[in-house]
Each structure stands twice: as structure tokens, then as C-alpha cells.
């Protein structure tokens, strides 16, 4: 199945905290994006592998997410190897996204960052012909996106740009708190920890009205190219209606 755009993440919730607001604009305009989480979070505190599937299904559904699939990896061995980056390099070459995304490259959690490294290798060897890789027995055709563009997770970065999210941003919470699991509800017994703590979901909240307003709007979601980008001047100044 081709998808427009093809997001990678280290755990289910990942997609949804860093980019919720982003991927509800993109499907609501029909463009169809596709989820691929690395792990199961099978390391996680809270919650189970069952319970972060289930969750990560009803995310899906609330942002009309077109394909998910989770790849298996070692939750908390989220680094280089053969194994790993071939396995992206396959989904890169099914899917044949116009764009992908994956974690910034410096980050709070060592599987966030182990993510970022193997998305970016993927993302250029996929286009390399010499590199074989498989699907369904045949051999695939070499392929490699337009751009990877990096998200933001726990530590900030500057961005090189800002994604207004204003009219998708209720998807976007309603998407993570769908982890019931992982996030913060007073009649949980099992042990709080740094993203089911209350101020947790309210940082969520503050940090994309910061970056709206930036942009002067209500929520924003920011993004990181090591690449330059275009700026059309045509596509501003068109004539409006």
C-alpha cells in the first residue's frame, strides 16, 4: 500500500503525543498517512503490550491513520543493527512515502534517539540499488522519500518549522489520552511515572499554545529539517477565493 506520509516511532503514543495535531490535519485533507511503531513498549511501567495495542488502535481510529503496524523491536534496544535498519528500509520501499518522519536526533530517552539514527540510515539507503531487501519473496526496487523531517519529543529544539494545529488539536488529545494506561488517572494503582504525572498532559497543552503562538495561532506542533527549505512566495500571495 503507497502512503503519503510514513511515521516512525520508537513506542505506541509516540506518533500521537509528539505529531497528534499534525497527522489529524494531513488525513482530514484525504492524505494518507501511515504509523510505524518500532517496539511494543513491552518496557513500559504502565500498562501491557495487549493494553498499548488496544490503545494504539483507538488513536488510530481517532486521527484516521490509513496503515499501522508495529515492527517487534526490543523495547529499550532501539539502536544500529542490520536487522533493524533493513526492516525500516522494507517498509520505506513498500509504502514509497513522499515524506516520513521520525525523532529528533537528541532526546530524553535513549530508544527515541536510537529510532532518529536508524530512520535517518534507512531513509538514505533505501534509495541505494545494491542494497537488497524483500517483500512477499520478491526482491524491491530501490526508493527513497523527498524529505525526513524530524519531531519533537521531550527536549525542545528550533524549529525549522511550525505546523498550525488549532482545528486538529481536540483529535490530538483525545488520540493520547486513548493510552489510558500510560497517563494520568486518579484511580490507577500502578506506579506514576514521568509522563503519567498530572503536569504531564498539561505540558502537552502549554507546549503546542507556545509554538501556536509563534505562528499567531492557537496550537502548534514543531518540526526539524537538517535540510534547506523551499518558501513559495507564489503560494502566499495567491489571490484569496
Known amino acids: 500500500m503507497n502512503l503519503d506520509v510514513l511515521v516512525f516511532a520508537a513506542h505506541p503514543d509516540d506518533a500521537e503525543l509528539s505529531m497528534g495535531g499534525t497527522i489529524s490535519r494531513l488525513t482530514g485533507k484525504g492524505i494518507k498517512v501511515g504509523v510505524i511503531d518500532l517496539s511494543k513498549g513491552e518496557l513500559g511501567t504502565r500498562g501491557s503490550i495487549d493494553s498499548r495495542k488496544s490503545e494504539a488502535a483507538k488513536a488510530s481510529e481517532i486521527l484516521?491513520?490509513?496503515?499501522?503496524?508495529?515492527?517487534g523491536f526490543k523495547d529499550?534496544?532501539?539502536?544500529?543493527?542490520?536487522?533493524y535498519l533493513k526492516k525500516i528500509i522494507s517498509r520505506i520501499r513498500k509504502h514509497q512515502p513522499k515524506i516520513i518522519f521520525a525523532p529528533y536526533f537528541n532526546d530524553r530517552h535513549p530508544d527515541h534517539i536510537g529510532t532518529s539514527k536508524l530512520v535517518k540510515d534507512a531513509f538514505f539507503f533505501s534509495g541505494l540499488a545494491k542494497i537488497d531487501t524483500e517483500e512477499n519473496d520478491r526482491i524491491q526496487a530501490p526508493y527513497r522519500p523527498?524529505?525526513?523531517?524530524y519531531y519533537m519529543q521531550t527536549y525542545e529544539f528550533k524549529p525549522s518549522f511550525i505546523v498550525d494545529i488549532s482545528a486538529a488539536?481536540?483529535?490530538?488529545?483525545n488520540a493520547i489520552l486513548?493510552?489510558?494506561?500510560?497517563?494520568?488517572?486518579?484511580e490507577s494503582r500502578?506506579?506514576?511515572?514521568?509522563?503519567?504525572?498530572?503536569?504531564?498532559?498539561?505540558?502537552?497543552?502549554?507546549?503546542?499554545?507556545?509554538?501556536?503562538?509563534?505562528?499567531?495561532?492557537?496550537?502548534?506542533e514543531a518540526f526539524f529539517c537538517e535540510e534547506e527549505i523551499e518558501f513559495d512566495f507564489f503560494n502566499v500571495l495567491k489571490p484569496k477565493g
Request: hydrophobic share 30%; glycine share 6%; charged share 30%.
Open 190 to 220: 500502578e506506579p506514576e511515572t514521568f509522563i503519567s504525572q498530572p503536569n504531564f498532559i498539561k505540558f502537552i497543552e502549554a507546549r503546542a499554545k507556545y509554538f501556536g503562538f509563534k505562528i499567531g495561532k492557537d496550537y502548534g
Open 76 to 83: 529499550g534496544s532501539l539502536k544500529q543493527n542490520d536487522e
Open 169 to 173: 488539536f481536540d483529535a490530538k488529545m
Open 146 to 149: 523527498a524529505k525526513l523531517y
Open 178 to 186: 486513548a493510552y489510558e494506561t500510560q497517563f494520568h488517572n486518579p
Open 64 to 71: 484516521k491513520i490509513t496503515h499501522r503496524e508495529n515492527l
